[in-house]
């Protein structure tokens, strides 16, 4: 109900969850299966929107922390996480298979897929990577940026807008073979990012940040009604309002 009233559920572990995504709907299928991620290697599954979860995969390195998910469809999914932890399912999570994508362990924080289907992963020491083949590959691509990255936010099919520490944007009109600096408010950490209805981008973050920009990305300004406290998480309603998820839990905001 657009976030008015919300229910708890129990959940089968007592790690910290990190990553929540459902797959697309199929109109055959009377269920909808999800995946949620977190600390101590834990993937949990649901199959039927969310009412109950079950533990479906814990990594033998149980110090392992996975950041974020991302289900292709209803028998694929992406788990990535820290120190370049990265498993896939092709099966609907009856094996995730362990790949290493690099000589490098940064963490992976965010995959973002695009409306032509390419996907994007985001994460420390400048990492933006783009697949083109539901994640079977990855290639790199670089900005002058060597801090990390929170998110790959695509606008469309080629133009991006990446964020991350310290107020940290670039764009790319060229599905990320080049990339331009943004000048931003503040240098306050910037998690989560969407595109509204009516095509504002908006970043939210740490220390009450919540940005938009009416021009795709070419210039960014503060809202006038920020929320209270930090943000992890955006997501648009269906009325143009914001569902903002942090420190706070669920905040409904007014639309930018």
């Not at 109109?27 to 109950?52: C, F, K």
């Not at 292709?72 to 362990?98: C, N, P, Q």
């Not at 939210?204 to 006038?224: E, H, K, N, Y």
Request: net charge neutral; no cysteine; aromatic share 8%.
């Amino acid at each position: 109900d657009e976030a008015a009233t919300w229910q708890r559920v129990a959940s089968p572990t007592f790690a910290t969850l990190t990553g929540v995504s459902f797959s697309p709907r199929a109109p055959a299928q009377g269920t909808l299966r999800g995946w949620a991620v977190g600390h101590d290697a834990v993937i949990l599954v649901t199959h039927d929107a969310g009412r109950t979860w079950a533990l479906q995969h814990q990594g033998e390195a149980q110090q392992d922390s996975f950041l974020d998910v991302l289900a292709l469809t209803a028998e694929s999914a992406i788990a990535v996480g820290a120190y370049g932890l990265y498993r896939s399912t092709a099966d609907g999570g009856k094996t995730w298979e362990r790949r290493r994508l690099g000589p490098e362990d940064s963490h992976f924080n965010r995959l973002t897929q695009g409306p032509s289907g390419t996907l994007y992963l985001a994460g420390e020491a400048g990492t933006i990577l783009r697949s083109t083949d539901q994640g079977a590959t990855w290639s790199p691509r670089r900005t002058s940026y060597q801090g990390s990255f929170y998110g790959i936010l695509p606008l469309t099919e080629r133009t991006l807008v990446a964020h991350g520490l310290r107020g940290r944007i670039f764009r790319s009109e060229d599905d990320g073979t080049t990339w331009r600096e943004v000048a931003s408010p503040a240098p306050a950490l910037l998690a989560t990012g969407l595109r509204t209805q009516r095509g504002d981008v908006v970043l939210a973050g740490q220390g009450r940040t919540l940005w938009v920009s009416r021009d795709q990305g070419v210039t960014f300004s503060p809202t006038l009604r920020p929320p209270g406290t930090a943000t992890a998480e955006l997501l648009a309603l269906s009325d143009g309002r914001l569902l903002a998820l942090g420190e706070a839990g669920a905040t409904v905001l007014p639309a930018p």
